[in-house]
C-alpha cells in the first residue's frame, strides 16, 4: 500500500479553516466495468445539480455522468474492476468525505491535456474534507491520510486545498506526476 500524508499546523494568531481532497486517479479497462463498494446508502451532494443533496440508491457506484462527493464515508473503500478482475483499496483518516470523478464525453473533449476517450479508462476516487471545512485554531494540528493498494496504476496524485484566513481564500496546489505510460498494464 502506497501511503500519503499532510500535516497542517496554523502558526498564525487567528483560526483558519480549510477544505482538502487527494485528487487520485486509477487506470482502469473500462469504467463501464467498474464500480465503487463502501458509498451504499450514503448521502451525496451532485455537482451536476448544484451540490442538491442524494442519497445513493445502488448497491455499489457505477458511472453514468461526472461528479459526486458522498458524505461522511467510511475509511475504507474499493473500487472494482471487472474485465482486469483486480480491486483498488482506498483507506482514509482525517478525511470524511469522498468524491468520485470522471469528466465523461462531453468534458474529455473540452480538456486541452486529455484525450476525447481517455475518460473511459480512468476514474478519481479522492479521499477528501470538503462539506465540513477542518477548522484549525492557534497552534492546532491536523493530519489526513491516504493509502491505495495497486499503486502501480497510479496515474498521478495531485493535493489541492483551500483555506479561509480572515475571509480571503487561498488556493495552494502540490503535484506528484508520474509518467501513464509506466502504469498502462
Not at 463501464?32 to 451540490?51: A, F, H, I, K, M
Not at 482486469?84 to 486541452?112: E, Q
Not at 474534507?129 to 477542518?134: G, L, R, S, T
Request: charged share 30%; with cysteine.
Amino acid at each position: 500500500m502506497l501511503t500519503s500524508r499532510i500535516r497542517n499546523t496554523n502558526t498564525e494568531g487567528k483560526t483558519f479553516s480549510f477544505t482538502f481532497a487527494y485528487h487520485t486517479y486509477f487506470f482502469v479497462s473500462d469504467i463501464s466495468e467498474v464500480r465503487v463498494e463502501g458509498l451504499e446508502t450514503l448521502d451525496y451532494l451532485d455537482n451536476l445539480q448544484e451540490r442538491k443533496r442524494f442519497t445513493e440508491q445502488g448497491d455499489a457506484v457505477v458511472f453514468e455522468s461526472e461528479t459526486k462527493i458522498y458524505l461522511s464515508t467510511p475509511a475504507k473503500l474499493a473500487i472494482l474492476d471487472h474485465e482486469k478482475k483486480r480491486t483498488f483499496v482506498l483507506r482514509k483518516d482525517g478525511l470524511p468525505d469522498a468524491v468520485v470523478w470522471n469528466p465523461w464525453d462531453k468534458k474529455a473533449k473540452a480538456m486541452a491535456d486529455f484525450g476525447d476517450d481517455e475518460y473511459k479508462h480512468m476514474v478519481c476516487v479522492e479521499a477528501a474534507a470538503i462539506e465540513k471545512p477542518i477548522e484549525l485554531k492557534p497552534n492546532e494540528e491536523w493530519t489526513g491520510r491516504k493509502g491505495s493498494s495497486k499503486f502501480k496504476h497510479l496515474a498521478f496524485d495531485l493535493i489541492f486545498y483551500r483555506y479561509t484566513i480572515s475571509g480571503a481564500w487561498v488556493l495552494g496546489c502540490k503535484q506528484y506526476t508520474i509518467s501513464r505510460l509506466l502504469f498502462k498494464t
